[in-house]
T-cell receptor, first 111, second 113 residues
């Protein structure tokens, strides 16, 4: 079936280091969204990318949608402890347009 | 503007029982979707409702059902509970489509004993 994998599953960084998570879909996505879920919390929408090759920035966060619309990445520059949480990508896939969430990347930031 | 409200926040049931979870979307949002989150399976789409109609459904057994009322409030029901149904059930609302920006509630954590 349709799958959206994220790598890495877990990353531990020192505060100030950069972080990147990659999202790979087995099928083409019409758009991709990114969410952040703090420990014990609920997912919070970060951004949506629609166009092939699109790049968007939000302060220290840079989001990219692949040319083939099957992969995406989230890069955080100079991580802070407030960046701790699990980052999920999600996108509607296939003819049924069902929303599929990625497996998530848990980011731990050591001060 | 109030966010998405889910009730109850926590509940414990035993195998074979049924449970009903409630979700009140953000005012003006007509799309409500439901997700199951577990450590092993991650976030999985259950179903989406828009204007009282189910528009899309995930790959879950018929024990999982839902509905939406005219005021956009939604309920989901799980019958004949199994241990594997223990999870965080998240509701999300969206202005028009569940494939756009989703606003999640805090979830209902269900434990099945």
């Amino acid at each position: 079936g349709q799958q959206v994998m994220q790598i890495p599953q877990y990353q531990h960084v020192q505060e100030g280091e950069d972080f990147t998570t990659y999202c790979n879909s087995s099928t083409t996505l019409s758009n991709i969204q990114w969410y952040k879920q703090r420990p014990g919390g609920h997912p919070v929408f970060l951004i949506q990318l629609v166009k092939s090759g699109e790049v968007k920035k939000q302060k220290r966060l840079t989001f990219q949608f692949g040319e083939a619309k099957k992969n995406s990445s989230l890069h955080i520059t100079a991580t802070q402890t407030t960046d701790v949480g699990t980052y999920f990508c999600a996108g509607p896939a296939g003819a049924t347009n069902k929303l599929i969430f990625g497996t998530g990347t848990l980011l731990a930031v050591q001060p | 503007k109030a966010g998405v409200t889910q009730t109850p926040r926590y509940l414990i049931k035993t195998r074979g029982q049924q449970v009903t979870l409630s979700c009140s979307p953000i005012s003006g949002h007509r799309s409500v979707s439901w997700y199951q989150q577990t450590p092993g399976q991650g976030l999985q789409f259950l179903f989406e409702y828009f204007s009282e109609t189910q528009r899309n459904k995930g790959n879950f057994p018929g024990r999982f059902s839902g509905r939406q009322f005219s005021n956009s409030r939604s309920e989901m029901n799980v019958s004949t509970l199994e241990l594997g149904d223990s999870a965080l059930y998240l509701c999300a609302s969206s202005l028009v489509s569940y494939t756009g920006e989703l606003f999640f509630g805090e979830g209902s954590r269900l434990t099945v004993l």
